[in-house]
């Protein structure tokens, strides 16, 4: 299980000014549809957005706390 | 072992246009994002193919080293790598799926 707070850390460590939402799917608190909207993600592709993401969760999909994700991301304009 | 198993991936990356690496089969899938890609192909009309990798720890790990990223499904399209639907559907929407698959299933016919 992780919170919308610890979710929302992890990413902000990556990606300081991201606009992180999240919804609990399944109200287990370890399936979250999450949207991201940031200026670092300007001029990437979308899957090298995804990455980004990926690494920054990555030891909360690793230990189990986070089991699944539905991810969104969207650049923010400058 | 190892180069086997990337030897073994780039086989079936070029053996199939669309191929899908996830867990369960197409009939059977055995995961919700395996299912949801599995409808997503489904309804674009494309012949595609799901290779089930759930059991196969080895494999699942080459695969995320060779295209890096973390999660399952993978999907690859003509032979390159293209994330999850999260990034086809978008892609979809765009236009932009609809220009790679053209240009995939134009090339000479394979299943």
Redesign the interface.
């Known amino acids: 299980m992780i919170t919308h707070e610890e979710i929302e850390s992890l990413i902000r460590t990556a990606l300081p000014d991201a606009s992180v939402e999240t919804r609990d799917r399944t109200g287990t608190r370890d399936h979250y549809n999450i949207r991201v909207r940031s200026r670092g993600f300007s001029g990437k592709p979308l899957l090298d957005q995804h990455r980004i993401i990926y690494d920054a969760l990555g030891g909360a999909l690793k230990d189990g706390r986070l089991h699944a994700i539905e991810l969104k991301t969207e650049a923010k304009e400058l | 072992m190892k180069e086997e198993l990337s030897g073994q991936i780039a086989d079936e990356i070029r053996e199939h246009r669309i191929l899908v690496y996830g867990k369960g089969t197409k009939q059977a899938p055995r995961c919700?994002?395996t299912l949801e890609t599995v409808q997503f192909f489904d309804d674009l009309g494309y012949p595609f193919e799901v290779l089930d990798v759930l059991a196969n720890q080895d494999k699942r790990d080459a695969l995320s080293e060779m295209t890096?990223?973390?999660?399952l499904p993978k999907v690859f399209i003509n032979g390159k790598?293209?994330?999850d639907t999260?990034?086809l559907a978008?892609?979809l929407e765009s236009g932009e799926l609809q220009r790679i698959l053209d240009e995939a299933f134009a090339a000479s016919p394979s299943k």
């Open positions: 919700g994002f890096n990223w973390p999660t790598f293209y994330g999260d990034i978008p892609m």
